[in-house]
C-alpha cells in the first residue's frame, strides 16, 4: 500500500494541528503567568478546571477570582493587591497534591482555597502540612477530621445531614418511619451514612426499616434501584430517601424517578450534593417538592444575599448564572481570611492561623459567621423545596446558627473526641484517655 | 279600619324605637348572618394570607369541607402554584392560566390595582398531599371520567373515611367500568383501615385489593393489625400470598424488562464501535466523544427550536437525529484522515493518539458550552410511563430498545446490501486482496470510521435522554462498549447484539441481589473468564486477515 506516500505529504498538518492541540489543551489547563509584581499576596486556587469534578469546581475557580477582584478595588489586603495564582488539579487525586506543593513551593502563595471531593483533599493534607500553609476547604462533607493548616467552612454533618433527618421525621415532614439511604460509593456517602445509620437507630427507627444502597461513579442505569426504592416504600410506613448521590448520576437518578412516577409526596428525597448548578441540567417540574439540605440557597431573601448574587452575575456577564452553596463556603472562607490577615498584620502562616479562630464574617443569609477552635464555622442550616424553576422554595430553616463539629458524637470511635487548635492544640483530642492522638473511625 | 290604622301606626313607632335601641346590634346580627350563609369558605381565606404552613393547612381544610362552589377551583389553583395573596390587604386571588385575576372570595374578576406584596401561596409535602386528598373528595363527581379516576386514586391514597359518604354516591352514579373498579378499590381501602368496620365488609374489601394485586394493595394489607378477628386474618393471609406470588412473577418480567432495556443502550452506544474496533480493528478511545458530539447536537437542535420554533419541539430529536450523524461522522472522517490512517497497525500508538483526541474533544466541548450540564428535554411522547399488567414501562426506555432495533437492522442491511457495505466487508476480511480488485481501501477506510462515528453520534441523541448532557457523557460509555464488543466477538454484528443483551439482562438479575457496585464487578470478573476461555467472544469471525 501507498500510505507512506500520503503521510510523508501531509505530515506538515499533522503537526501543526498537534501544535494547536497543544496550545488548547495548554490554555485550558490554566497556565496563568506567574508573578508580575513582588508587591501582591498570592492566593492559590487549586480546583479541577478539567476532568469528572470540573462541572462543580470551575464555578468555585471564578468565584475566588470574583471576590479577589472585589477586594482589589477595595485595595487589597495589608495595603498590596491579592493576584490569584490558579492551577488545574484535572480531577486527577495525586495531581491534587503535586499541584498543592507546586502552589505553596513555587509560586509561595500565601493561602490556598481549593478542592471538592474528600479524597482530593486528603491527598493534600501531607502537603500542607509538610510546607505549613492554610486550605480553605468548601464544601459539605463527612467530619472526622481537623487538621491544624485546614479550615472547613463547608458543613460538618451535623450541618446537614442530621438536621436534614431530623425535619423529615416531624410533622411538616411527613412523620417519616423508613429510610432509604441511597448513595455513591465513596467515603463521604459511606462516612454520612454510617452516621445516620447510627441516629436513626439511636431514635428507635429498626433495622428492617433502613436500606442502604450504593452505587458506582457516574451510574447510568437506576430502574432496578428506583423499582427497588418503590418497593421499600409501599410497606404501609411513610418512606423517604436520603440521598447521598454525587456528580452525573443524579441527573439519570431523578430522571428515573420522574419516569417512574415517585413524587415527592410519596417517597421525598432529600440530597445533600444537589444545588442549583446540578439542577441546571434538568427538567424540574417533575422533581417538584423533592428536598436539599443545604447551609445557603440562591432564593433565599436577604439584602446580603441579592447584592452578591447581583455582583455575580454582572462579574460573570451572565444573568442567569447561579450561586450555590459551596460558593458561599468561599465567601466566608475568603472574608473570613481576609480579616485574619489584616489582624495579624502578617501573611505569616502561623500567625493567621492563630488568629483564625474566632473570626466572624458574615454569612449571605443574614447571619454573622464564626471560625471555631476545631477549624469549622458555625452555619445556619435550611430545608428547601425544589420548585418547578430549578431554585428551592426553604421550608425549613434553624433558629440559630449550628456550630460544626469535627467528630460525631454517634460513632462509636469519634464520640470521645474533640478538636481544640487553641487551647488543647491538637484535631483528636480524646477526652477519655486525656492524650492527643485518638482516631476516628 | 281607623282602629286598625292607628294600631299599626303604633306598631310602627314602636318598631322605630325598637329599631332605634337595637340598630347596632341588629346591623352586627345581620353581618353575623351574612357571614354565616356565606360559610366557613370566607372565612378560611384569612388564613391563606400569613404565608404559614400551619394556618394554609387549617384553612385547606377548611375550604375543602365548606361546601362552596369555589372551594374545586380554588384548590386547583392552589396545586397549580396560581393561588396568590397579600399580607397587606389580607386579600386572596387566583390567578388563571391566561394571567387574569380572580378574586377568591368571590370568584369574579378582580378590579382595580393588584396589591403589590402579591405572592404564591406556598407549599409543601404535608400540604402537597392534604391538598390531593381534599382535591379527591371535590372531584369524585366530576364530568371528566379522567378526572373521577384521578380523584378516586387519591381517595385510594389518603383513606380518609369523611369522603366515604360522597363515594357512595359517587358508586352509585358511576358507569363507567374502569372508573368504577378506582371506587371500589379507594372504597376497600377506607374500609380496611377503619377500625370498626364490620368483619365482614373487611373480608370483601381485602379480596378487592387481593384482585388489585400490586405493591399499594400490599402496603394496606400490611396495616391490619394482628388482633382483627380471625376470619380477617385468614383473609389477609390469602389475599398477601396471592399478591406476592403475582408480584414474584412480575418482578422477574420486570427484570428481563429492565435487562433489555440497558442491553439496548449498550447496544446502541457499542454498536458504532463494533464497526470501527471492531471491523476495522482500531482501537478508538475517542468513541464515546462521538457519543457526546450527538447529545450536544441535539442540545443545540433543542436551543434553536425552543428559541425560534417552539412548535417543533416534538420533532426536535427526529430533527437532531441525521444531524447529529452528519457531525459525529464529519469528526470521524477528519480524526481517520488526519491522525489514525498514519497509525493503521499500530495498536498501542492508536489507543493512545485516540485517547489524546478524546481530551482535546472533552475540554473543547467544555470550553465552548461550560462544564454544567445541559438540559436536554424530553418529547412529550418520551416522557411519562404506562402499566403493563405488573410492570411500569418507561416510554423513553420503550423507545429507546424500539429506535435501538431499527438502527440495527438499518446497518445489518447496509453491510449485507449495499456496494458500500459489500466494500467494508471485503476490506475486513482480506484487505490486500480487496486492494488488488480495485477497492480504494483508504476511501473505504474513511467512510467506515465516519459511518462507526456518526452511528455513536446517533447514539448519543438517544443517550440524551436518559442521561446527563455533559463533557463527561462518554467517557462513561467506553468501557462498556469496549465490554459488549469484545465480549460478542470482534468484527460481528450479531456477537454485539447477543452480547449487550447478555450483560444487560445478566447484569439486572444481578443487582438486586448483590447490588450495583458488586453487580458490576462480577459482571466484569465473569467476561475476564470468558475471554480467557474464549478469546475471540462468542461469535468469533473466521478470516485470514483477522488471523495476522
Known amino acids: 500500500m501507498n500510505k507512506s506516500v500520503h503521510s510523508a505529504a501531509s505530515r506538515p498538518t499533522a503537526r501543526k494541528w498537534l501544535a494547536a492541540a497543544a496550545g488548547v489543551a495548554m490554555a485550558a489547563a490554566g497556565a496563568f503567568s506567574p508573578a508580575k509584581a513582588q508587591d501582591t499576596i498570592k492566593v492559590g486556587v487549586l480546583h479541577s478546571l478539567s476532568g469528572t469534578m470540573a462541572i462543580s469546581e470551575t464555578t468555585l475557580k471564578d468565584t475566588i477570582l470574583f471576590l479577589i477582584d472585589e477586594q482589589n478595588k477595595k485595595g487589597g489586603v495589608l495595603g498590596k493587591k491579592l493576584e490569584a495564582v490558579v492551577v488545574d488539579p484535572a480531577s486527577n487525586w495525586p495531581l491534587f497534591a503535586e499541584k498543592a506543593r507546586e502552589l505553596i513551593a513555587k509560586d509561595k502563595v500565601s493561602v490556598v482555597f481549593g478542592c471538592w471531593t474528600s479524597v482530593s483533599r486528603k491527598s493534600v493534607l501531607p502537603v500542607f502540612k509538610e510546607l505549613n500553609s492554610i486550605l480553605f476547604y468548601p464544601v459539605q462533607y463527612e467530619g472526622e477530621e481537623s487538621e491544624r493548616n485546614v479550615f472547613y467552612t463547608g458543613a460538618a454533618p451535623n450541618q446537614q445531614a442530621i438536621p436534614a433527618v431530623d425535619y423529615l421525621m416531624s410533622k411538616d415532614g411527613g412523620e417519616v418511619k423508613r429510610w432509604v439511604l441511597a448513595g455513591t460509593d465513596y467515603v463521604y456517602p459511606r462516612t454520612t451514612n454510617k452516621i445516620l445509620e447510627a441516629y436513626l437507630k439511636a431514635k428507635g427507627v429498626k433495622e428492617e426499616d433502613i436500606l442502604v444502597n450504593y452505587t458506582p461513579f457516574g451510574h447510568a442505569d437506576w430502574q432496578t434501584i428506583v423499582a427497588d426504592i418503590k418497593k421499600f416504600g409501599s410497606a404501609g410506613k411513610k418512606t423517604a430517601v436520603v440521598s447521598t448521590i454525587n456528580g452525573d448520576a443524579n441527573v439519570p437518578f431523578y430522571k428515573e424517578l420522574g419516569n417512574q412516577g415517585i413524587k415527592a409526596t410519596d417517597i421525598p428525597v432529600v440530597a445533600f450534593s444537589v444545588g442549583e448548578e446540578e439542577l441546571a441540567g434538568l427538567d424540574t417540574k417533575p422533581l417538584v417538592g423533592h428536598l436539599a439540605a443545604w447551609n445557603y440557597f440562591q432564593s433565599i431573601k436577604d439584602a446580603k444575599n441579592a447584592e452578591f448574587i447581583k455582583a455575580w452575575q454582572t462579574y460573570t456577564k451572565n444573568p442567569k448564572r447561579v450561586t450555590n452553596d459551596p460558593m458561599e463556603a468561599h465567601v466566608i472562607g475568603f472574608h473570613m481570611w481576609v480579616k485574619a490577615v489584616e489582624k495579624a498584620g502578617t501573611i505569616d502562616p502561623d500567625k493567621v492561623i492563630d488568629v483564625l479562630p474566632g473570626t466572624e464574617a458574615p454569612n449571605l443569609t443574614g447571619g454573622i459567621s464564626k471560625m471555631l477552635p476545631n477549624h469549622h464555622i458555625t452555619k445556619p442550616v435550611f430545608i428547601g423545596e425544589i420548585k418547578a424553576d430549578g431554585q428551592f422554595d426553604v421550608v425549613w430553616q434553624t433558629k440559630d446558627l449550628v456550630p460544626g463539629a469535627a467528630w460525631s458524637s454517634y460513632l462509636p470511635g469519634s464520640k470521645d473526641l474533640v478538636a481544640d487548635w487553641v487551647t488543647l492544640k491538637c484535631g483528636n483530642y480524646n477526652t477519655v484517655t486525656k492524650k492527643c492522638g485518638g482516631s476516628g473511625s | ?548
Not at chain 2, 101 to 122: E, H, I, K, M, Y
Not at chain 2, 448 to 457: E, H, K, M, R, V
Request: glycine share 10%.
Open chain 2, 1 to 548: 279600619m281607623p282602629g286598625v290604622v292607628i294600631n299599626m301606626r303604633g306598631l310602627f313607632d314602636r318598631i322605630r324605637i325598637f329599631l332605634r335601641i337595637l340598630l347596632p346590634s341588629a346591623v352586627l346580627f345581620v353581618a353575623a348572618v351574612a357571614n354565616a350563609v356565606a360559610g366557613p369558605y370566607e372565612d378560611a381565606l384569612p388564613g391563606l394570607t400569613t404565608d404559614s404552613y400551619s394556618d394554609t393547612a387549617a384553612a385547606l381544610d377548611q375550604v375543602s369541607g365548606s361546601g362552596s362552589d369555589l372551594a374545586a377551583p380554588l384548590l386547583q389553583a392552589l396545586k397549580d402554584q396560581r393561588l396568590q395573596f397579600s399580607a397587606v390587604e389580607k386579600k386572596v386571588l387566583i390567578k388563571t392560566a391566561d394571567g387574569k385575576l380572580l378574586d377568591a372570595a368571590t370568584g369574579q374578576p378582580f378590579a382595580g390595582t393588584p396589591p403589590a406584596d402579591l405572592s404564591n401561596v406556598r407549599l409543601n409535602n404535608r400540604l402537597r398531599n392534604l391538598l390531593d386528598a381534599a382535591l379527591g373528595s371535590l372531584t369524585l363527581m366530576a364530568a371528566d371520567p379522567n378526572k373521577r379516576y384521578d380523584a378516586a386514586q387519591s381517595v385510594f391514597k389518603s383513606r380518609d373515611a369523611a369522603t366515604m359518604p360522597v363515594l357512595e354516591k359517587a358508586l352509585a352514579a358511576e358507569q363507567n367500568a374502569r372508573v368504577k373498579a378506582a371506587l371500589m378499590q379507594a372504597k376497600a381501602a377506607i374500609v380496611v383501615v377503619t377500625a370498626d368496620a364490620p368483619a365482614a365488609d373487611k373480608v370483601a374489601a381485602i379480596a378487592v385489593l387481593r384482585d388489585r394485586g400490586d405493591q399499594d394493595a400490599m402496603a394496606l394489607l400490611q396495616t391490619i393489625p394482628a388482633n382483627a378477628p380471625p376470619d380477617v386474618l385468614a383473609a389477609v393471609t390469602e389475599a398477601k400470598a396471592n399478591i406476592e406470588r403475582n408480584l414474584a412473577l412480575w418482578g422477574t418480567v420486570q427484570n428481563l424488562w429492565y435487562g433489555l432495556s440497558l442491553g439496548s443502550v449498550l447496544l446502541l452506544a457499542a454498536i458504532g464501535l463494533a464497526i470501527t474496533f471492531g471491523v476495522m480493528g482500531v482501537i478508538n478511545m475517542a468513541h464515546g466523544e462521538m457519543v457526546m458530539l450527538g447529545a450536544y447536537t441535539t442540545f443545540v437542535v433543542q436551543e434553536v427550536i425552543r428559541t425560534r420554533y417552539p412548535g417543533l419541539f416534538d420533532y426536535s430529536l427526529t430533527i437532531a437525529l441525521p444531524l447529529a450523524f452528519v457531525v459525529a461522522g464529519a469528526v470521524g472522517i477528519a480524526i481517520e484522515r488526519s491522525v489514525i490512517r498514519f497509525l493503521y497497525g499500530r495498536p498501542l500508538e492508536t489507543l493512545l493518539a485516540t485517547w489524546g483526541i478524546s481530551l482535546v474533544l472533552q475540554q473543547a466541548v467544555r470550553a465552548a458550552f461550560g462544564p454544567t450540564n445541559k438540559e436536554v428535554g424530553n418529547p412529550s411522547w418520551m416522557s411519562g410511563a404506562f402499566d403493563l399488567g405488573g410492570i411500569l414501562i418507561t416510554y423513553n426506555r420503550l423507545w429507546i430498545i424500539v429506535f435501538t432495533g431499527i438502527v440495527f437492522a438499518a446497518l445489518l442491511g447496509m453491510l449485507r446490501f449495499t456496494r458500500l457495505g459489500l466494500e467494508m466487508r471485503a476490506v475486513t476480511q482480506n484487505r490486500s486482496m480487496a486492494a488488488a480488485v480495485g477497492i480504494r481501501t483508504a476511501r473505504i477506510d474513511a467512510l467506515t470510521f465516519g459511518l462507526g462515528s456518526g452511528i455513536a453520534g446517533i447514539a448519543g441523541v438517544a443517550l440524551s435522554q436518559i442521561d446527563n448532557v455533559s463533557p463527561n457523557l462518554g467517557q462513561g460509555y467506553i468501557i462498556d462498549s469496549f465490554m459488549v464488543v469484545v465480549f460478542g466477538g470482534v468484527g460481528n454484528l450479531w456477537g454485539t447484539l447477543v452480547g449487550a443483551l447478555t450483560l444487560g439482562i445478566a447484569n439486572k438479575f444481578l443487582e438486586p441481589f448483590a447490588g450495583a457496585v458488586l453487580g458490576k464487578i462480577a459482571v466484569l470478573v465473569f467476561i475476564i473468564l470468558f475471554i480467557q476461555k474464549r478469546p475471540r467472544g462468542m461469535f468469533a469471525l473466521k478470516g485470514r486477515a483477522i488471523e495476522a
